[in-house]
């Protein structure tokens, strides 16, 4: 098992670079955020993910422990892959990846290539709670926005619904909190 691998970055491919290590050049994929800050000619310590398969023999490298074990935690997802779980990672850092999963923006992990809406609430489901990053970012803190509390119950109900944080509390400002919950809900629908 190869946990990871110390060595002279040569070429960049696509999602891959090459890495010399003693002579022995491994073709290794990577995000694109990584692949940015690899330089060629610079040396380079990639923690490794092995994806062995009966056709495939893929080498995927991280800069970052922390990178490689939110990785593997996409790789838990039923139906991601690989190829989904790297492209998770292509859309933002790894804490706006994790905040989005927290916070249930399935309309943010849709826009990864290859990952549809049934795709994106999967990992919502699965992970929010294994992220390590509470709702709201911060669930001890409330922070207000346009009148309305991140901790809303509206605001949650939207989410779970598929709503991004951003657009629930949009569609919820101008609604009257002192309306009963299910209404609140129902006049935001309507908007």
């Not at 098992?1 to 960049?12: N, Q």
């Not at 804490?95 to 309309?107: F, H, L, M, Q, T």
């Not at 709503?163 to 629930?168: E, L, T």
């Amino acid at each position: 098992m190869i946990a990871s691998l110390t060595g002279i970055v040569t070429e960049h491919a696509d999602k891959m670079i090459i890495l010399d290590v003693h002579g022995v050049g491994y073709g290794v994929l990577v995000t694109s955020t990584d692949q940015g800050v690899l330089s060629a000619g610079k040396e380079a310590k990639l923690y490794i993910y092995e994806n062995i398969k009966e056709d495939t023999y893929d080498l995927i490298g991280f800069r970052l422990k922390t990178t490689k074990h939110l990785f593997e935690q996409l790789l838990q997802v039923k139906n991601v892959g690989p190829k989904v779980a790297l492209s998770i990672l292509d859309i933002g850092s790894d804490e706006r990846v994790k905040e989005s999963i927290a916070n249930g923006d399935v309309k943010f992990l849709q826009t990864a290539k290859g990952v549809g809406r049934r795709a994106a609430e999967q990992v919502v489901v699965e992970l929010r709670d294994k992220v390590g990053v509470s709702v709201g970012a911060a669930a001890d803190n409330i922070v207000h926005r346009g009148g309305i509390e991140t901790q809303d119950e509206a605001i949650q109900a939207l989410v779970a619904l598929g709503y991004s944080d951003a657009d629930a509390h949009t569609t919820l400002t101008g609604i009257p909190k002192d309306l009963p919950l299910e209404e609140r809900i129902r006049q935001a629908l309507k908007k």
